[in-house]
């Protein structure tokens, strides 16, 4: 190695320690001292770890000065500092059962024990305050800070109710001195309700419930504090002059005896083994509290154990946290894309560069219309925040403006449409833009997809491919020649073997006896989804009595309202929509509502349910098709009206909502209890 300027992969390396650190500080200042990050934390602990691994491979070039040896934070100003009488650390993370296994292994080594006891808490997202009791009377409430100094928030601590302003009395003396650590934090209920009175307001939104509790904290006017619903768990003891204590455990106990709130979740593990399966017993089930975390906190239990391992520059080696996967990702713009689809409504797709997001990669996330494009702002080129809506389609939280380079390209509706070159008009009163052209191709490929989905007529084998196939051979030109196939037609495309064309062609020919409800849902009324297609159905019993039905008829129906009315009634008023449902017919399909449901004691009658999260037996189809087999209704939204709401795991905003309307929440097993009693 040369003196002075090092080897390029020492200098390629100095370069990125320098990049991280430069990032680090950025977003520490904006998370600690703003309370307004711009990135989800686990891109934040991604910066980290790689900084880490750095500083490990060229030990040289690690500073103390380094966010890797350092607590994060520092005082705010405004207020008085307090030195805290012994320091407040972070935590180390591990990210999987193999890490934690690592963590465990480290702990056995160094203190040369097999079997080592644990305590397993809730890794309560919010922020550590270290609490000061004199003579048993709270006397300093400070901030983390730097681990060392904090800021001094007495006043507005004093404002939180869990908090005791005096410890109780307990059959052992009060210590003299006593540090009590914990987290406080802001339930998700008065999170989303502070939200939206500051949305009304017109205020800055707070990005989570920890910079809430962290901005609510620091209110120089703890009038503000004690309107912000705050709360505090235990989690650790600092000096404790005059109490002798042998666990962490015990600890606890002492505390709880003193009149602090202990987290109920906290759990005395026996060993490893025991600490993973209760972290994996965790897995999904975080949203069914009414508080977020981030993790669990695995910590040695024997005090003389801790004392043995101590710290490293900025955690304790007897602790770890163990982080759960990430429900947000970043990620970059590339493209935004144009779909036209079954009504010719112009659908806008961002097309992101690959990103593992909750155990899968994501390449693309919907942008619904232009309306949502403006309003967050998204450009081409653009980090962003992506996550999981209703854990399943990816969707875009927010852009990362600091991230922009001023290279972005922002977005425009085209003015043609990307499938027929005709011009492209926005509905008036609505977000969308439509193809003008009736005869747009991707509006008949996107009709005959529907028509042959899952919960249309539901012809197996018969998906977008074969049906782009089937398209451009000229061989189905509208829904009726799906029954005009012949097996050598099918056999001639592509890819398609003469068993699979048998096998497609008994789907189509099995699908003419759907019944009337899927077939009306199928034929893409505009309006008309599953739902009020079967309460036509069960109605008119015939696609040719509803054709001929008056307005009068079909608006006196539950749920059919003036807007699904007149499209039935233009729909039956297009020529080619009666030839169509001729040709159906004399092709052998079956127009009429066959299977007469049932009637079932409608015990649910006037009950709005409200159904979220996945249950565990039942699809919520299934769930729906109950609820209104038996006389109840199903909406899409909580609110005050809801009577009901069916939750599974993982159920998101609408569970928080419920509880915060305090409307009844049941689960699966309740639901069937309900219902049994109809037959
Ligand atoms: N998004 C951003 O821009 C940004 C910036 C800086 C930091 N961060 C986030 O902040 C965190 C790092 O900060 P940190 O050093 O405070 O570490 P940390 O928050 O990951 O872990 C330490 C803290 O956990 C808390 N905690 C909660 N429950 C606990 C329990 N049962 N026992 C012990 N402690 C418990 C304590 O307050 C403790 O100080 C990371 O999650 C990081 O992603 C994010
Ligand atoms: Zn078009």
């Known amino acids: 190695m040369t003196e002075g300027t090092g080897s390029k992969p020492d200098r390629d390396a100095a370069r990125e ?75 180390g993370n591990v990210f999987s059962v193999a890490e934690l296994q690592s963590f465990h292994s480290r702990i056995v080594n160094m203190l040369d024990i097999e079997t080592i006891e644990y305590v397993v808490e809730l890794k309560i997202d919010g922020l550590a305050m270290n609490l000061t009791y004199d003579q048993g009377a709270l006397t300093r409430g400070a901030t983390r800070g730097d681990g060392v100094i904090g800021e001094d928030v007495t006043g507005n601590i004093r404002t939180i109710r869990s908090i005791p302003l005096a410890l109780r009395q307990a059959d052992f003396p009060l210590p003299d001195v006593l540090e009590v650590r914990g987290e406080v934090f802001m339930p998700r209920a008065a999170f989303n309700r502070l939200n939206r009175e500051r949305e009304q307001k017109g205020e800055a939104l707070f990005a989570n419930p920890r910079n809430a509790a962290a901005g609510s904290l620091r209110q120089l006017d703890p009038r503000i504090t004690a309107g912000r619903t705050l709360d505090f768990f235990v989690h650790g003891i600092g000096r404790h002059d005059g109490l002798t204590l ?52 695995i910590k040695v239990n024997s005090l003389d154990m801790q004392a043995g391992l101590g710290f490293t520059a900025k955690d304790p080696r007897w602790a770890i946290a163990f982080k759960f996967a990430a429900e947000q990702a970043v990620t970059v713009v590339e493209d935004i894309l144009i779909r036209v689809g079954r009504t010719g409504v112009l659908t806008p797709t961002a097309l992101l560069q690959p990103v593992r997001l909750a155990g899968s990669t994501v390449s693309r996330a919907t942008l619904h219309n232009a309306d949502y494009i403006a309003e967050k702002d998204i450009r081409i080129g653009d980090t962003v925040i992506i996550h999981k809506a209703g854990e399943i389609i990816p969707e875009v939280v927010s852009v990362v403006a600091s991230q922009r380079t001023g290279r972005e390209k922002s977005f425009e509706m085209p003015k043609t449409c990307p499938e027929c070159e005709s011009p492209v008009a926005r509905l008036e009163s609505e977000a969308a833009y439509k193809c003008t052209n009736p005869h747009c191709p991707a509006l008949l490929r996107e009709k005959l997809i529907h028509f042959a989905s899952r919960d249309a007529m539901d012809i197996e084998g018969l998906g977008p491919a074969v049906i782009n196939s089937l398209a451009d051979a000229g061989l189905v030109k509208d829904v009726a020649d799906f029954y005009r196939l012949q097996a050598p037609d099918i056999a001639r495309l592509e890819r398609l073997g003469e068993k699979s064309a048998q096998n497609l062609l008994a789907a189509i020919e099995a699908s003419k006896f759907q019944g009337l409800s899927r077939l009306l849902f199928a034929l893409g009324i505009r309006h008309v989804g599953s739902k009020a297609a079967a309460i036509l159905a069960r109605h008119f019993r015939t696609a040719d009595r509803l054709a001929v039905a008056e307005s009068e008829e079909l608006t006196a129906l539950d749920e059919i309202g003036p807007k699904i009315a007149d499209s039935i009634l233009h729909y039956f008023a297009q020529p080619e929509n009666l030839e169509l449902i001729s040709n159906l017919q004399n092709l052998g399909v079956d127009t009429t509502e066959t299977q007469a449901a049932p009637v079932a004691k409608q015990i649910l009658a006037g009950k709005t349910f409200v159904l979220t999260g996945t249950l565990p037996t039942m699809t919520r189809e299934e769930a729906a098709s109950v609820i209104e087999k038996l006389g109840g209704k199903v909406s899409a939204s909580v609110s005050k009206k809801t009577d009901f709401v069916l939750a599974g795991e993982q159920a998101g905003s609408k569970l928080d909502k419920a509880r915060e309307l305090g409307v009844t929440v049941i689960d699966e097993g309740q639901f069937l209890e309900l219902t049994a009693a109809a037959e």
Not at 247 to 276: A, H, T, W
Not at 278 to 284: I, K, V
């Open 17 to 91: 320690i320098e990049e991280l650190r430069r990032l680090l500080e950025y977003h520490s200042y904006r998370y600690y001292v703003l309370d307004a990050p711009e990135i989800p934390d686990s891109e934040y602990d991604r910066y980290f770890r790689r900084l880490t691994e750095l500083e490990a491979a060229y030990p040289h070039l690690l500073t103390p000065d380094s966010p890797t040896q350092r607590v994060g934070g520092r005082p705010a100003e405004g207020f008085a500092k307090s030195t805290h009488l012994s320091p407040l650390y972070s935590l």
């Open 246 to 297: 042998e666990s962490y455990n015990q600890g606890m106990d002492v505390l709880r005896q003193l009149g602090f709130k202990i987290n109920p979740y906290c759990r005395l593990c026996r060993n490893i083994q025991e600490v993973i399966d209760y972290c994996d017993s965790w897995a999904g089930k975080r949203a069914e509290l009414p508080y977020d975390i981030d993790g669990l906190v």
